[in-house]
């Protein structure tokens, strides 16, 4: 039985919240217009997703998102022969979708799938800009509107787990890291409706802990954390709780770092 593929589509009407911390959104409208692939690459948590929810909306694009895993396949993204009320049909695959509705295709934590499936991606992520789908004996070809993006962490990469430059060098690549202090405060506090205060604390609590990294700490605290504990919060939970469970044991099963960081909460709260 084939694995389910885990995909999100939608026309996005309403704008997500988004605040631009460089030149990203020049950039993606610039490679949109020319018909380059994007890569988004950063930590987890720090807004690659909502990026490209923002830039779908601003393009006014349809948007497919795919979770990326080890048992992804090639069939899983271009479509497959099912039987349906004793006949057998074709089903497209999420990237065909995306192809034919002149949408944007999102292969989010690319690195999570195996390599001989990324590969299905190259013709699209190319000057020829096709998907042959073998199993019907057709090529589709994309519309202008079509836009191939990428991203993944590079925290997390190793041997096993990176991408080909045969793939990385199809895309351009846009850098994302955690908003500065000011901006993040600001995220936090228009998606929970928190106090300055403990909107400021909360940045101030995830600075400490993404100064630990690679000091015992594979990550620091992302914005997604933070806004997590902060709706908590706003919720009545205690700040220290809150950021034990919202923000502390999310990050770390070692038993000496989560003593290190709930003495950091203490400290700041």
Known sequence: MAQAV?????IL?????????GK????????????????????TGCGKTRFMQYMAWKL????????CHDDLTASDLVGRYLVRGGETVWI??????????????????????RKDTTVVIHPLADDRRILPIEKLGEILKAPPEFLMSISYNP??????KDLKQST??????????Y???????????HETGIQDVIAEKLVNYAEKTRNLKDRGLIEGASTRLLIHAAKLISSGIEPRKACEVAITEPLTDDHEMLTALSELVSSIF
């Open 60 to 67: 006014g694009r349809p948007l497919i998102t795919i979770s």
């Open 6 to 10: 885990k995909t999100e589509e939608y």
């Open 168 to 177: 990385r060098q199809r895309f351009l690549a846009i850098d994302f890291t």
């Open 155 to 160: 925290g997390y990469q190793s041997v096993l």
């Open 24 to 43: 990203e959104i020049d950039i993606f409208e610039s490679a949109y217009h020319n018909q380059i692939p994007v890569l988004l690459k950063g930590p």
């Open 92 to 113: 497209d695959g999420p990237l065909t979708r995306a192809v034919k509705a002149g949408g944007f295709c999102y292969l989010d934590e690319i690195v999570e799938a």
């Open 179 to 189: 908003p500065d202090k000011k901006l993040e405060k600001e995220v936090i506090m």
């Open 13 to 21: 009407e309403e704008e997500p919240y988004y605040l631009p911390t």
